[in-house]
């Protein structure tokens, strides 16, 4: 049983150890993140901990030496009872941030309702701190030499087989078995250097993640935001394109590849936080990404609203099933995709543009309606279907890679692309801007623009600008981690200083 209780004690303050040791040498490293993003029902005090920075340098210091000295405690098996009890105390700190069950349900990654990991090692530590049997480790050379101490200067030896060695001997060879830790320690130490050399931080959990603190302190102040309804979001949207995978570059043929390779998971999981800590609050998301997002909220917390973009399946049964799994994964706004209902309107399908409306709004969520060409705006107007919110393209074309406007076809965005230059080539997703800007300053619900930097041919300082002033509401920009403070200066900057907005606000 002895030997239990220490591969137990050893193998819970090992985790502890290498948790605290990785923040301590993580340049940066902060529990920020991890605390403002709780969603729990203690999630108040989390949020209170994390309030200022002052807070939060104490909070990051005992929770990196905590981990250190508790683990290390248990490792090796020093004052082992108070370490059980400290642990215990630290990882039910952990747990009630983001408890299994009510609101914060995490799903998969070893979650289970109510039983977690988190769980399962409190128990423990419980249990070996009731538990009379110490185990191997430190603690037991007291008793040692306790023994060695009052036993006989001139003990009898004792005769026949069974005699026993010298009390002496017995207890070197009791002290060296209580050192055993020692060892271990030193080869899992030298084993989690090797591979942080190799491939640094291996760990992703909310806590670990960090945000770039130093791009945070940045910040010019805080970012403007409207209403979609009675839904609250901030006027600068994170789009959901570069986290997706999905390129549009022209004819450089390996962007969409690279995009992919540089937005891991956990690069996903980073830049969300950091947009969430710098005051983008909503992102609007492409139907396969949804997963995604459901995984980022359930793992931090996360109170980021997600618009998510849907279809109509015509060739499923049920034509809805895109919107039931919208609601059924806890989706904030619900829009039809800007494709479909430019092919919709272009192919004579109006009923279903309406009927997926209709049939979000009867679910109680707010309808949006998105768009490539304006046309597909103007026809839906004409035959009474209006969304709640429109999302549209906006952007001049005054850059080198649009091509002529009279080359320009409507519902050509998102179609056959051409190799000849005067022809569209994933190049223009705005092809009658004046004819937007028209539509847009007419219209009485909310408008979102979305490729307002034409996929980076234009600057945010132009783009911001140009859409803003012409009617958007809100823009929705695919950012990468390394844009997300600068594009959010820029837009409390643009909505500080706009000059030649004519039309009234609607979000």
């Not at 128990?123 to 050379?141: A, M, P, Q, S, T």
């Not at 390779?261 to 909503?282: P, R, S, V, W």
């Not at 005054?398 to 022809?423: I, L, Q, T």
């Amino acid at each position: 049983m002895k030997i239990i209780v220490t591969i137990l004690r050893m193998a819970i303050g090992w985790h502890l150890l290498y948790e605290g040791a990785i923040k301590l040498f993580s340049e940066n490293w902060s529990a920020a993140s991890f605390l403002n993003n709780t969603h729990g029902f203690l999630s108040g005090f989390y949020h209170w901990l994390a309030a200022t920075p002052g807070r939060m340098e104490i909070v990051d210091f005992l929770n990196i030496w905590g981990l250190i000295l508790i683990g290390l405690a248990l490792f090796i098996g020093l004052f082992s009872r108070w370490a059980s009890i400290s642990g215990a105390l630290l990882l039910l700190l952990y747990y009630f941030a983001y408890p299994p069950f009510g609101i914060a349900l995490l799903g998969g990654d070893g979650t289970t309702y109510v039983v977690n990991p988190l769980f399962v090692e409190t128990v423990i530590l419980v249990f070996l701190f009731f538990y009379k049997e110490r185990g191997y480790g430190i603690d037991n050379l007291e008793v040692i030499f306790k023994r060695k101490k009052t036993a006989p200067d001139n003990p009898e030896p004792k005769e026949g087989k069974h005699a026993g060695p010298p009390p002496g001997g017995q207890s070197r060879r009791e002290a060296l078995k209580e050192l055993v830790t020692l060892p271990a320690l030193g080869l899992l130490g030298w084993g989690a250097y090797g591979s942080h050399q190799t491939y640094e931080i291996d760990a992703s959990s909310g806590a670990t993640i960090q945000v770039n603190r130093v791009a945070l302190n940045e910040l010019k102040g805080e970012l403007p935001k409207g209403k979609l309804c009675n839904i609250e979001m901030s006027r600068l949207i994170m789009g959901g394109n570069l986290i997706g995978g999905w390129a549009h570059a022209r004819d450089l043929i390996y962007a969409e590849s690279l995009f992919k390779a540089y937005n891991t998971e956990k690069k996903i999981f980073e830049t969300l936080m950091l947009c969430e800590q710098a005051g983008i609050d909503t992102i609007n998301i492409g139907f396969p990404t949804m997963a995604t997002m459901v995984k980022y909220r359930k793992l931090t917390g996360s109170r980021m609203k997600v618009i998510v973009q849907v279809a109509v399946q015509e060739k499923s049964n049920d034509i809805f099933e895109n919107v039931k799994a919208a609601i059924d994964n806890g989706m904030d706004v619900i829009q039809m995709q800007g494709n479909q209902c430019d092919w919709f309107v272009r192919d004579h399908k109006l009923d279903l543009i309406d009927k997926l409306l209709n049939k979000i709004r009867s679910e109680g969520y707010v309808a949006g309606l998105g768009a490539h060409t304006i046309d597909s705006f103007i026809t839906c107007e004409e035959n009474g279907i209006i969304p709640d919110y429109y999302m549209k393209t906006m952007h001049h074309d005054n850059y080198w890679s649009a091509h002529p406007r009279e080359n320009r076809k409507p519902f050509e965005v998102d179609g056959a692309r051409s190799n000849d230059h005067n022809m569209f080539h994933d190049n223009c997703f705005c092809p009658f801007p004046d004819k937007t800007v028209e539509f847009v300053n007419r219209v009485k619900v909310p408008v979102m623009g979305f490729k307002v930097l034409a996929a980076g041919a234009i600057t945010p300082e132009d783009g911001f600008n140009w859409a803003f002033e012409n009617g958007a509401d809100f823009i929705c920009v695919g950012m990468f981690d390394f844009q997300v403070v600068n594009d959010v200066n820029i837009c409390i900057d643009t909505l500080k200083n706009l000059k030649k907005r004519r039309r009234e606000w609607y979000g």
